[in-house]
Nanobody, 120 residues
Framework: QVQLVESGGGLVQFGGSLRLSCAAS????????MAWYRQAPGKQRELVAG???????NYADSVLGRFTISRDNAKNTVYLQMNSLKFEDTAVYYC??????????????WGQGTQVTVSS
């Protein structure tokens, strides 16, 4: 009923930039927090950045000052602008959304993930 689709991942050189997008669709009344997580091989999934419905943001220390999260509520879309990319940013990036639906309990949904690979 709710689907999150990420796009924008790919191969980028060290120091380069990428912008990830995540569009939510389905029977959505509203979306509270939207967030980006990432998971590298052999590591736990970690929060990269989050943004509330009111626009408040938070970032992992490792990306603070390099990444920017934003959202377009009219499009039910969240973005992650990634600058000055480092090798350690290589991971699968997942979109997450806290969704409110009519006559349904609040629930969180995940996208399928998009690969970001930073090369030398």
């Amino acid at each position: 009923q709710v689907q999150l689709v990420e796009s924008g991942g790919g191969l980028v050189q060290f120091g380069g930039s990428l912008r990830l997008s995540c569009a939510a669709s389905g029977s959505i009344l509203s979306i509270n927090t939207m967030a980006w997580y990432r998971q590298a091989p052999g590591k736990q999934r970690e929060l990269v950045a989050g943004i509330s419905s009111g626009g408040s943001t938070n970032y992992a220390d490792s990306v603070l000052g390099r990444f920017t999260i934003s959202r377009d509520n009219a499009k039910n879309t969240v973005y992650l602008q990634m600058n000055s990319l480092k090798f350690e940013d290589t991971a699968v990036y997942y979109c997450n959304a806290d969704v409110v639906r009519i006559n349904r309990p609040r629930a969180t949904f995940w996208g399928q993930g998009t690969q970001v690979t930073v090369s030398s």
